[in-house]
């Protein structure tokens, strides 16, 4: 069936990166988007981008534009996506998320990032 | 950035009742609206898209309707496991946007 894993918890220091993958299986990875949605505590949920991966084409929110990037690796059937300039606000789960462009039918388990001096 | 309001903020039913959840747009989305299904600890759930569209393997009980900027979501027959928290979501304009969810518990 179809599943998306992403990576584990990280603890990052301001100023510094993350990089949180997600492996797709069970689905035809070329045919999709995958898409990055976060959500801090008491805080709506929040698009970041996604990535079209059959082009490689993106879209990223302008709130996030200058500190992420989205990538994926095909031959891995996984997506990245990496957030610069880590600042405390940046605290939250991140999730994946995989369908056509804004209709994500399968989610990731979410990536607790924390962002901590 | 377009504005999604949700209510009531909670709900609050028994078993076997029916749900109503309402959520507005601050513009109109067209029909570009959906809605997810959340529980603790998990992750978002699509459960209708484009208004009225019901996701992949998603039961006959979950209605969407609405079309512009007034949008609902009905549970025809209340489950025990329905109870969990809806959220809409826009995407007419970029960026997508949620509302702040409404919080469907049991009586």
């Known amino acids: 069936q179809m599943q998306l894993v992403q990576s584990g918890p990280e603890v990052k220091k301001p100023g510094t990166s993350v990089k949180v993958s997600c492996k797709a299986s069970?689905?035809?990875?070329?045919?999709?988007?995958m898409q990055w949605v976060r959500q801090a505590r008491g805080q709506r949920l929040e698009w970041i981008g996604w990535?079209?991966?059959?082009?490689?084409?993106?879209n990223y929110a302008q709130k996030f534009q200058e500190r992420v990037t989205i990538t994926r690796d095909m031959s891995t059937s996984t997506a990245y996506m990496e957030l610069s300039s880590l600042r405390s606000e940046d605290t939250a789960v991140y999730y994946c998320?995989?369908?056509?462009?804004?209709?994500?039918?399968?989610w990731g388990q979410g990536t607790l990032v924390t962002v901590s001096s | 950035e377009i504005v999604l309001t949700q209510s009531p903020a909670t709900l609050s039913l028994s078993p076997g009742e029916r749900a109503t959840l309402s959520c507005r747009a601050s513009?109109?989305?067209?029909?570009?609206l959906a809605w997810y299904q959340q529980k603790p600890g998990q992750a978002p759930r699509l459960l209708i898209y484009?208004?009225?569209k019901r996701a992949t393997g998603i039961p006959a009980r979950f209605s969407g309707s609405g079309s512009g900027t007034d949008f609902t979501l009905t549970i025809s027959s209340l489950e025990p496991e329905d109870f969990a928290v809806y959220y809409c979501?826009?995407?007419?304009?970029?960026?997508?946007?949620f509302g702040q969810g409404t919080k469907v518990e049991i009586k």
């Open positions: 484009d208004a009225s």
């Open positions: 513009q109109s989305v067209s029909s570009y």
């Open positions: 979501q826009q995407r007419s304009n970029w960026p997508w946007t």
């Open positions: 998320a995989a369908g056509a462009v804004g209709v994500p039918n399968y």
């Open positions: 069970g689905l035809t990875f070329t045919s999709t988007a």
């Open positions: 990535i079209v991966v059959g082009s490689g084409n993106t």
